[in-house]
């Protein structure tokens, strides 16, 4: 189609005859001389009216029964019509089908289980919240690009191939690689590290994989990651920015996503009330604020999903929850030098029982220190000379975080599992289709 008009455009074209090209998503006949059908074409829907005497009768014919789901095109003239989705009605001149669908498309009105829907994933992509949630997260990414964008970040991408583990052992994808044994990156951010001695301030944002065995709401083997770091930083900054970041995000998709919103459900006024200053509570404060609710757990212990959900039902948006203790993160984190038992990393908790949505902070940067960690963790030592290096040559302290794309999708569009926010989602139990 040389002038094809997108629907999301036709408000602007009252008057006009337009190309439209689109899926049909519903039929409806009034006797044998009108038919109306509502026509999607992924930027929105257009009541479009075929009506005898208007169109060829092979092609008024054609409308009568064409299945949902075909392909069309339609030539037609663009009428005010306030009842409408979109203010307007495509009258037809002409109609085609491009490719017609057979009669047994497997989703249709009756309600799916959810083990279908996602075994149908391919066409369930086509219906009204998928394409939305697909939507939401594009402008999300866009959204994170364009604050780190616009504080000079550099995008530097990770590679997916790795030679260690950063996230611990316990959930590495391994590969075989010629004759070697390599794992899919758990995490960019080693690399990073890297990067950000080169370049100052830098970010990635790719997939990431754990060989996860928990079967929750919030877990997907494939994710994707957005990683900054920052030379010359330290644990407040990495807050800082993991708070301007969101704030950032949230305030674009309520400025571009209200309609898929909607689509979607969304309590917005819920995000309205999530916008920073976020509040900040020490490790240490939150197991005192846990005691006594079911949620209690003994200092030393690792948060679950409890814990996140306990603390953050008393604010309205995300927390920051920062200096944990050493033993239940990760060998790179820089220990609190006034209490080396703690690590300078900040977990952002989002509301509503999302969770953890981001992970990150202060790096180590003391050479012997993290020698004594990798061999603790019982870390092969030869994986790590590379990352040593950069505190051999000249290291600078360098801080950060990893936001996790699918988590934030989820929370903002109020969807109940990760994997509705992956267009084809990687669980424990599902690589198909
Ligand atoms: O807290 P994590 O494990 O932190 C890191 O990987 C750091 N190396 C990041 C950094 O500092 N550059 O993971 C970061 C985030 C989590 O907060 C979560 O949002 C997401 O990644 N994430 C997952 N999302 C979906 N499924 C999983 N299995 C996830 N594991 C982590
Ligand atoms: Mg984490």
Redesign the pocket.
């Known amino acids: 189609m040389s002038q094809r008009t997108y629907v999301s455009d036709l408000p602007q074209a009252i008057g006009q005859t337009v190309h439209v090209a689109g899926w049909v998503r519903f039929r409806r006949s009034a006797g044998t001389k009108l038919h109306f059908l509502e026509i999607r074409d992924g930027t929105g829907v257009v009541q479009t009216v075929v009506r005898r005497g208007s169109v060829p009768d092979e092609m008024l014919d054609a409308a009568s029964k064409v299945p949902l789901e075909s392909s069309v095109l339609v030539t037609g003239t663009i009428k005010e019509d306030a009842r409408q989705a979109g203010g307007v009605e495509l009258q037809a001149d002409t109609f085609e089908v491009v490719a017609a669908c057979p009669e047994d498309f497997p989703i249709g009105k009756k309600e799916h289980g959810t083990g279908f829907l996602f075994d149908h994933r391919h066409l369930w992509l086509r219906s009204a919240k998928p394409a939305a949630t697909l939507r939401l997260r594009a402008h999300i990414v866009r959204a994170c690009r364009d604050h780190l964008d616009g504080l000079g970040f550099v995008n530097v991408d990770a590679p997916i191939f790795q030679s260690a583990a950063?996230?611990g052992t316990a959930t590495l994808f391994p590969v075989e690689y010629f004759d070697q044994k390599v794992y899919l990156s758990?995490?960019?951010?080693l690399h990073?590290e890297a990067a950000a001695q080169a370049l100052g301030k830098v970010y990635c944002f790719g997939p990431?994989f754990?060989a996860?065995k928990s079967k929750t709401r919030?877990?997907?083997?494939e994710?994707w990651?957005l990683?900054p770091?920052m030379s010359f930083a330290h644990l407040d900054d990495s807050m800082a920015l993991m708070e301007s970041l969101i704030g950032h995000v949230i305030d674009h998709v309520l400025e571009h996503c209200q309609d898929d919103l909607k689509i979607l459900e969304r309590d917005t006024s819920a995000l309205e009330r999530a916008r920073p200053p976020f509040p900040r509570i020490s490790y240490d404060d939150a197991v005192e604020r846990l005691k006594g609710t079911d949620a209690e757990i003994a200092w030393g212990d690792d948060f679950g999903a409890p814990q996140e959900s306990t603390l953050s039902a008393a604010y309205t948006g995300p927390i920051l929850v920062h200096r944990f203790p050493a033993k239940i993160k990760?060998f790179y984190m820089r220990p609190d030098p006034e209490r080396p038992e703690l690590a300078l990393g900040c977990?952002l908790i989002a509301p509503e029982g999302y969770g953890?949505?981001?992970?990150?902070?202060e790096r180590a940067s003391d050479l012997a220190y993290l020698e004594h960690k990798i061999a603790e963790e019982g870390l092969p030592p030869e994986a790590y000379t590379w990352y040593l290096d950069l505190r051999r040559y000249g290291g600078a302290p360098t801080a950060?975080?990893?936001?996790?794309l699918?988590?934030?999708v989820a929370w903002l569009g109020g969807l109940d599992h990760?994997r509705a926010a992956a267009a084809f989602p990687r669980t424990m139990s599902r690589t198909w289709p």
């Open positions: 950063a996230e758990q995490t960019g951010q990073m990431t754990r996860e919030r877990h997907l083997t994710f990651m990683e770091e990760a977990d953890e949505i981001i992970g990150g902070g950060g975080f990893g936001m996790g699918e988590r934030v990760v």
